[in-house]
């Protein structure tokens, strides 16, 4: 999925989650959709399950709620969901002996504390409907804004918090919040100072 309105050189991390669900854990991958879709998320090599940026890289993201079938039961459409907040945060990892990299990979001006937690956001929604293939239906929000990596190299654990409000389809029953979380590792450039 590539919102027409966005540029073409984009990095969007995809993240969702079933209204349903038990856990607090996001289903996540990132892709870059300025090289043909290309998932960051490494397999194998020295960034082996990591995300791998690089200086410059523009972050967005899209959330993806769905309401999948239980057990026998249809799926259940819904009445969508707002984001209440969305926060990327890291936390720098050892560079060697007692130094660390800085507090974010991304651009500090956009954090709320000086480097560690950035508000994502506003959202819109670009898609909803049925996923047949996934028998689910399911609405798609993007951020209207990214964030930029500002970092030639490093490595970072990275989460993101994101809270939500589920409506309901029937008027009957009320909206009610969820938290949901990842929380993978980040590295950028080499992701090192030395070639280890």
Not at 50 to 75: I, M, Q, W
Request: aromatic letters at 8%; hydrophobic letters at 35%.
């Amino acid at each position: 999925m590539k919102p027409s309105s966005l540029l073409n050189d984009l990095l969007l991390l995809n993240v969702s989650f079933d209204i349903h669900q038990l856990s607090p854990f996001l289903c996540w991958q990132v892709i870059d959709e300025s090289q043909g879709g290309r998932n960051l998320m490494r397999q194998v090599g020295r960034h082996a399950g990591s995300v791998h940026l690089e200086k410059g890289d523009r972050v967005y993201v899209c959330v993806t709620a769905f309401s999948g079938a239980e057990g026998n039961a249809p799926p259940q459409d819904f009445g969508g969901f707002t984001i209440k907040s969305c926060t990327l945060q890291s936390v720098p990892r050892l560079r060697e002996r007692d130094t660390f990299y800085s507090p974010s990979p991304f651009q500090c001006g956009q954090s709320v504390d000086g480097g560690t937690a950035i508000p994502i956001g506003p959202f819109k929604v670009v898609d909803h409907g049925k996923d047949e293939r996934l028998n689910a239906f399911y609405e798609r929000q993007i951020s209207e804004g990214s964030v930029l990596v500002d970092e030639k190299m490093g490595i970072w654990e990275m989460s993101l918090v994101l809270v939500v409000e589920i409506k309901p389809k029937a008027a009957t029953v009320g909206s009610h919040k969820r938290v949901f979380r990842f929380d993978p590792e980040a590295e950028v450039g080499t992701g090192t100072s030395k070639n280890l």
